[in-house]
């Protein structure tokens, strides 16, 4: 099981993307591939989480990673630079923010 934890040792990457209800699909299915098919498989990569709202409009994405540079150096690679081109012409924005862990809550 995965927890999200407060040590300064991982990385935390929120990434929001603003889509439309006729492409949500699109986006979560591409998204999920780029996981599944990629993203897990790069250096430091700890977890990851894609969460949709319920009119369809937006898609959030949690990841956590071992250290910046490397979610940075996943960013760079052409596979990646490809991917996020084909991100965006499925969704009218996104951004990825980097985020330190500051309380948690639960088990």
Not at 12 to 39: H, K, R, S, W
Not at 47 to 52: E, I, K, P, Q, S
């Amino acid at each position: 099981m995965v927890t999200i934890s407060k040590s300064g040792e991982v990385q935390t990457v929120i990434t929001t993307f603003e889509t439309m209800p006729g492409t949500c699909q699109d986006l979560l299915d591409a998204l999920t591939d780029a996981y599944e098919n990629y993203i897990s498989r790069q250096t430091g990569f700890i977890a990851a989480g894609l969460h949709v709202n319920d009119a369809q409009t937006r898609i959030a994405n949690y990841s956590q990673w071992r250290r910046r540079e490397d979610f940075m150096q996943m960013l760079r690679t052409a596979e990646m630079r490809e991917r996020n081109r084909h991100l965006s012409s499925l969704c009218r924005s996104f951004e990825p923010v980097m985020y330190e862990v500051a309380v948690t809550f639960g088990e």
